[in-house]
């Protein structure tokens, strides 16, 4: 009887991703049995203590590369990278959590290892070099935001933003399922390395080419909708406003990161090869992309809504820098997630300082005259308009012309135009908001309420957006030497 050897398994290099998961376990467990109601916040502090200490635990691995799991898992250094900013935007969004949930009375100490678990499912998403792996990591992450969307219940708009996004991701689950099925069908293998190998050589039959190029635009389709771009973004709205604010603010980010972070090593790895057919439908992609977030946000009245459609828009720049095939692309494509990770997750914060008990101040009357009743909060929202709109001297303005030149220099011109004419349509509904604060009366008496974790939420966003901005070297430098190894 012949033996079955099962091949090494090196837990090391899924050290973040195991603390993470092991650590919203125990947590799980440990504030359904010893931590009474009306003291959740500690489960809070617990869980930002857990992705510290993962991130924390990363920093000796920066220097190590290797896969694990018959390589269909990989630690390198964009992996690395990529998980320290899901574990900042995990953390932020649990602070900004801990004055939210009671204020709204829907304090549940699950909410805050399901955040954990999230970053977990985009962990994996980063580290991923299989397309079953990839589809894990995709579930993980989508099924934990579908029940932290409908958390606010029983608010109806909540569980009605739950079901759509329940329903719209169960399509994209289907997509990408049957995407797979199709890649395998026409390579035989569902590692990424693989099917780069295999569509690098000369004996692929034309048939093969049909059911790969189907598989590859359904996975696409399904990496569409996580990262909302045109015109799978049509959920967006609709669920940021319904969801609870610090879910709508993690979902901007993390999902959108994820989504992207793993497409890019698929494009990088896999369908390098056939690059002249999924370059031109990503272009087109990305400027559509681009110019329906901006005008669609132009349109919005509503804060909240607002900062939906911008996401979209943001999708459209990120992936810029993801179809320029260049390190340089893939460098901007990292400055810019953890540029706009910062951003926008200080920019709902302030929304979040705004909403009253049992009442959501999402409308633009509603900044009307901030300066004059909290200078600092005002001041605060203004960086981060700035900072979305790509004003200097802040981290937004780093992170755009850094994707314009990558894609200019990868030899799309057309699509940096695109960008640079969006971004100027763009700039006009950030800085409504930045006049209706320091230059309106105000329209009704607000009192913003700060918590710690709301007051550390913004301080820490507001000050390293401004400090990139300034001296932007250091993230340069690091995003830099991320790119050593993206093949895995």
């Known amino acids: 009887m012949e033996q079955i050897t099962i091949p090494p398994v090196d837990l090391t290099l899924l050290a973040p991703?195991?603390?993470?998961?092991?650590?919203?376990?125990?947590?799980?467990?440990?504030?359904?049995?010893?931590?009474?109601?009306?003291?959740?916040?500690?489960?809070?502090?617990?869980?930002?203590?857990?992705?510290?200490?993962?991130?924390?635990?990363?920093?000796?691995?920066?220097?190590?590369?290797?896969?694990?799991?018959?390589?269909?898992?990989?630690?390198?250094?964009?992996?690395?990278?990529?998980?320290?900013?899901?574990?900042i935007t995990g953390c932020l969004s649990v602070a900004m959590a801990l004055d939210y949930l009671p204020r709204h009375d829907i304090e549940q100490g699950e909410f805050y290892p399901l955040i954990m678990f999230a970053v977990a499912g985009m962990i994996l998403l980063a580290q991923g070099t299989d397309l079953i792996v990839l589809f894990l990591g995709i579930e993980a992450l989508s099924?934990?935001?579908?029940?932290?969307?409908?958390?606010?219940?029983?608010?109806?708009?909540?569980?009605?933003?739950?079901?759509?996004?329940?329903?719209?991701?169960?399509?994209?689950?289907?997509?990408?399922?049957?995407g797979i099925a199709l890649i395998y069908g026409a390579t035989g293998t569902t590692s990424l390395a693989g099917i780069g190998e295999f569509l690098g050589r000369q004996t692929f039959a034309a048939e093969d080419q049909t059911i790969m190029l189907a598989g590859a635009g359904m996975v696409l389709i399904a990496f569409s909708f996580k990262s909302a771009?045109?015109?799978?973004?049509?959920?967006?709205?609709?669920?940021?406003?319904?969801?609870?604010?610090?879910?709508?603010?993690?979902?901007?980010?993390?999902?959108?990161?994820?989504?992207?972070?793993?497409?890019?090593r698929i494009l990088a790895v896999s369908l390098a090869p056939m690059q002249a057919f999924w370059l031109p439908v990503l272009v087109?992609?990305?400027?559509?992309?681009?110019?329906?977030?901006?005008?669609?946000?132009?349109?919005?009245?509503?804060?909240?809504?607002?900062?939906?459609?911008?996401?979209?828009?943001?999708?459209?720049?990120?992936?810029?820098?993801?179809?320029?095939?260049?390190?340089?692309?893939?460098?901007?494509?990292?400055?810019?997630?953890?540029?706009?990770?910062?951003?926008?997750?200080?920019?709902?914060?302030?929304v979040i300082a705004l909403e009253q008990r049992g009442e959501?101040?999402?409308?633009?009357?509603?900044?009307?005259?901030?300066?004059?009743?909290?200078?600092?909060?005002?001041?605060?929202?203004?960086?981060?308009?700035?900072?979305?709109?790509?004003?200097?001297?802040?981290?937004?303005?780093?992170?755009?012309?850094?994707?314009?030149?990558?894609?200019?220099?990868?030899?799309?011109?057309?699509?940096?135009?695109?960008g640079v004419i969006t971004s100027a349509i763009a700039a006009f509904f950030y800085l409504r908001v930045v006049l209706r604060m320091f230059m309106q009366e105000p329209v009704r008496d607000l009192r913003p309420d700060l918590g710690e974790g709301l007051s550390a939420d913004i301080i820490i966003t507001g000050a390293l957006t401004l400090l990139i901005g300034l001296v932007p070297t250091p993230v340069v430098m690091l995003v830099e030497r991320s790119l050593v190894a993206l093949g895995g």
């Open 360 to 418: 959501m101040a999402w409308s633009l009357d509603d900044f009307s005259g901030l300066y004059q009743r909290r200078p600092m909060l005002a001041v605060a929202m203004a960086v981060f308009m700035f900072s979305l709109a790509g004003v200097p001297p802040t981290a937004g303005f780093i992170a755009k012309f850094y994707v314009f030149t990558a894609a200019y220099e990868g030899g799309l011109g057309f699509l940096a135009l695109v």
């Open 229 to 264: 771009l045109v015109p799978f973004h049509q959920w967006t709205p609709d669920v940021y406003e319904g969801s609870p604010t610090p879910v709508a603010a993690f979902m901007s980010v993390g999902t959108k990161g994820a989504a992207l972070a793993a497409l890019l």
């Open 17 to 87: 991703l195991l603390i993470v998961v092991g650590w919203a376990t125990a947590l799980l467990l440990v504030d359904t049995f010893a931590i009474p109601a009306g003291r959740k916040k500690l489960t809070g502090y617990l869980a930002i203590a857990g992705m510290l200490v993962a991130g924390l635990v990363g920093i000796p691995l920066w220097n190590v590369s290797g896969s694990t799991f018959s390589g269909m898992i990989v630690l390198d250094r964009y992996s690395l990278t990529l998980t320290w900013i899901f574990l």
């Open 143 to 178: 099924i934990t935001l579908y029940i932290l969307t409908g958390f606010a219940y029983p608010r109806l708009t909540s569980e009605e933003a739950a079901m759509k996004y329940l329903v719209l991701g169960a399509f994209a689950a289907g997509f990408f399922v049957y």
């Open 284 to 350: 087109a992609l990305s400027a559509v992309t681009m110019v329906v977030g901006n005008l669609g946000a132009f349109a919005q009245t509503n804060v909240k809504r607002m900062l939906a459609y911008s996401s979209v828009g943001h999708a459209g720049y990120i992936l810029m820098g993801i179809i320029v095939a260049s390190e340089r692309g893939a460098e901007a494509f990292l400055f810019y997630m953890f540029a706009y990770a910062l951003t926008n997750l200080g920019a709902f914060a302030v």
